[in-house]
């Protein structure tokens, strides 16, 4: 009888233990400690592995600007980022967030040392410029800039610029 009493007693904690394991908040990848997460934005970061990459992807781009920047200037400007990404109640509104933070940082001096750059020039100075940072947990973040000349040419001033940034799930 004792050999079925200890086989009830081992299913009952495998049970206890899977039905843990599937209810438990899962702590996603972050730039910091998600088992000290106090704040309503960190708990977003943690519960969500994309909003997780997002902040490790911030992570290395901001550290890539503070070397390369002015450091009083990037600290501000990551502050003034704080407080409206602080402000974010749900997971879309810190995915739009952390994705402008990051096409601004991308864009910077720094930024772009730390993604992969694919740089493509033409005679004329058309060029492009596609950055590449990640993947991180299979996520990565990606931001695209052209410049095109026009018959006017540069001196009066015919030329359009544009880009645009994406933030892909590769898994």
Not at 100 to 117: H, I, P, T, W
Not at 130 to 154: K, Q, T
Request: charged share 20%; net charge negative; with cysteine.
């Amino acid at each position: 009888m004792r050999a079925v009493s200890d086989f009830h007693r081992t299913a009952a904690r495998i049970g206890a233990s899977a039905a843990f394991a599937f209810t438990a908040p899962v702590a996603h990848a972050a730039s910091f400690d998600c088992a000290r997460a106090s704040t309503g934005m960190e708990r977003l970061v943690c519960g969500d592995a994309a909003l997780g990459s997002r902040d490790e992807i911030l992570a290395r781009l901001y550290s890539g600007a503070l070397k390369v920047g002015k450091r009083e200037a990037v600290e501000a400007w990551q502050r003034a980022w704080l407080g409206k990404a602080q402000a974010c109640a749900t997971a879309a509104c810190l995915a739009e967030a952390y994705d402008e933070r990051n096409a601004e940082l991308q864009r910077s001096e720094g930024g772009v040392k730390v993604g992969s750059d694919f740089f493509c020039e033409e005679p004329k100075g058309n060029h492009s410029t596609l950055n590449v940072v990640g993947p991180v947990h299979g996520f990565a973040s990606v931001s695209l800039m052209s410049n095109y000349v026009g018959p006017g040419g540069v001196e009066v001033g015919d030329v359009a610029t544009a880009a645009t940034d994406a933030f892909l799930d590769l898994r």
